[in-house]
């Protein structure tokens, strides 16, 4: 196995307790056929995944294939909605859906039609989990999620804080895709950034199937080897994980 992932095994050979992951790929509605190289990885390893699905870029035949894949293996796949069309609505900035900018109403307005879109194609297959895009929102989403019955919010760990009392947060700590100065960061630190990530109770990786080539997925199918193989590392569902969240809160 590649020496890039020896951190994360160090990390792996030390912990005694269960160590918690889901892994998060937006975008889909994208590059169909990275999407399924990507689910397909997963699959043979028999782990779950959770797909960020823009309501406006979900074609009936994308739905019909998602659906299949959900019909076969309901526990190791999830669906939820990412954003409503991926539009940048800040003039001056970091982009954002669901910024400052934009008040509850606009924002709830375009939750609301996202969310039937994406009810309209996927059914009851989908979850009342809100990942905003590129990982942004303010306090006046949260209010519109709550609104709307959304229970789970899925943003990066290091997005400023907002007031969620009411809603379970999913948050990633781990980019698999992370850039620095425009480009990607080397295998080195990605593993060295996953072995980090172990002190959290909770991983969550975010992956960005666009963005991944036959390489990518070289070096995720020998991740989830590892993953797979070890007793106390548990990866579930993010609907599973948010209900849990929500009870113990």
Partial sequence: MSAWLDPLRVALGQIEQPSYWFFRDDDAGWADQKLYALLDCFAEFHMPIDLAVIPTELRVDLATELLERHRRAPKLLGLHQHGYSHTNHESTGRKCEFGSS??????????????????????????????PPWNRCSSATVTALLALGFQALSRDATAAPLDVDDMTELLVNVDWSKRQNGMEI???????????ALESPLVGVMLHHAMMGPADLSALSEFLELLSCHRHVICLPMRTLAATLSQSA
């Avoid at 939750?111 to 996927?122: S, T, V």
């Avoid at 080397?186 to 980090?196: F, K, T, W």
Wanted: glycine letters at 10%.
């Fill in 186 to 196: 080397s295998r080195e630190a990605l593993g060295i950034n996953l072995a980090y």
């Fill in 102 to 131: 934009r008040s509850s109403t606009l924002q709830a307005q375009d939750i609301k039609k996202g969310a039937g879109l994406l009810r309209e194609k996927l059914g009851t297959a989908l979850d009342p989990i809100f990942t």
